[in-house]
């Protein structure tokens, strides 16, 4: 278990630090000095295809991978760590986001997912696979064409285990975790939106001033395993997630968003329900939420802003 402290009386402090201004600069369709771009050469020196829609590759700087690092002992111990970096552009347009773009497009995002972690999900040298994105200056991406990326390691990172660990011992005879949460009813007060098969909520644990997740109502372990009907749903409360956080902030949001599935070690997965977790560092449009000393120090982090008057204010924002 994992605590959070809550100090709505923290967000009455006078700010006089850093805010940064919320401007949407206009940029161009296609960016021949953007890496990622349809056509243009990358920086290791391969090029991409003249693709549209959804487009993913190796990344050329892969964090994994180097398996043939010697193994060491004592207190300074190195090992190899096998597994597969890769970059998911989700459209051909370097002026989109995925805020933006259209629901067919937006579908094909869907389905590039559920397809990068069916594929990597079987590979031998692959425990986790890690989907993610990091959007905007703010948590300091180099490139602003709208992207995602994959880590697949042959390990589960450390958050993962404490997940997992979560998971299996909240499970109940035929209820996951997350489905017990969903009948909670201080859970279920932070319901911003759902549909038929998914939920969009402010969870009571929240990290982050507007920290969101959406699960779905159906115990999947991961988002391969939806259905074409689950699919749709989905693809279609994650966009409305999304326009609603860049209306409620006035701009483009910057956040942090990770799906995490299910691992893929051969562990028994009945306990696994896969949710999408997305982390505005955003206090306001135009004031940051820093982990600062006490956070980074003591491991606890302290959110200013109450979960409940979060919740609402998203949820009475139209998408």
Not at 175 to 185: A, I, M, V
Not at 235 to 256: E, H, N, V
Not at 262 to 268: E, L, M, S, T, V
């Amino acid at each position: 278990m994992e605590w959070v402290v809550v100090a709505g009386v923290t967000s009455a402090r006078p700010w006089q630090g850093q805010r940064p201004v919320a401007t949407d600069e206009p940029s161009p369709a296609h960016d021949p000095g953007c890496y990622l771009c349809p056509s243009v050469q990358r920086a290791a020196g391969a090029r991409n295809p003249d693709y549209t829609g959804s487009f993913a590759f190796d990344n050329d700087f892969s964090s994994f991978g180097s398996s043939d690092v010697p193994l060491s002992e004592g207190f300074a111990q190195t090992a190899g760590v096998g597994g597969i970096c890769r970059v998911l552009c989700w459209s051909e347009q370097h002026n989109q986001t995925l805020a933006t773009l259209d629901e067919p497009a937006f579908e094909q995002v869907v389905e590039l997912l559920c397809a990068e972690y069916q594929t990597l999900s079987q590979r031998d040298d692959v425990a986790y696979v890690m989907m993610f994105e990091n959007k905007g200056k703010e948590v300091g991406v180099s490139n602003l064409h709208p992207h995602g990326q994959i880590y697949a390691t042959e390990y589960l990172p450390q958050r993962v285990q404490t997940l997992d660990r979560a998971l299996r011992e909240g499970q109940l005879a035929d209820k996951t975790l997350w489905q017990q949460l969903l009948e909670d009813p201080h859970w279920r007060g932070n319901i911003i939106e759902e549909n038929e098969h998914f939920v969009h909520l402010l969870p009571w644990s929240a990290r982050m001033p507007f920290e969101t997740m959406i699960v779905p109502k159906r115990a999947i372990p991961a988002q391969s395993q939806m259905t074409a009907t689950e699919r749709k749903a989905y693809s279609q409360i994650w966009a409305s997630a999304l326009k609603r956080y860049d209306r409620f902030f006035g701009r483009s949001t910057p956040m942090i968003s990770i799906h995490y599935n299910a691992p893929c070690d051969g562990r028994d997965l009945a306990h696994w329900h896969w949710f999408t977790l997305m982390q505005p560092p955003l206090r306001d449009a135009h004031t940051l939420k820093y982990l600062a000393g006490f956070e980074t120090g003591g491991g606890d982090v302290v959110n200013p802003t109450l979960p409940e008057a979060a919740a609402q204010s998203l949820r009475e924002t139209q998408p």
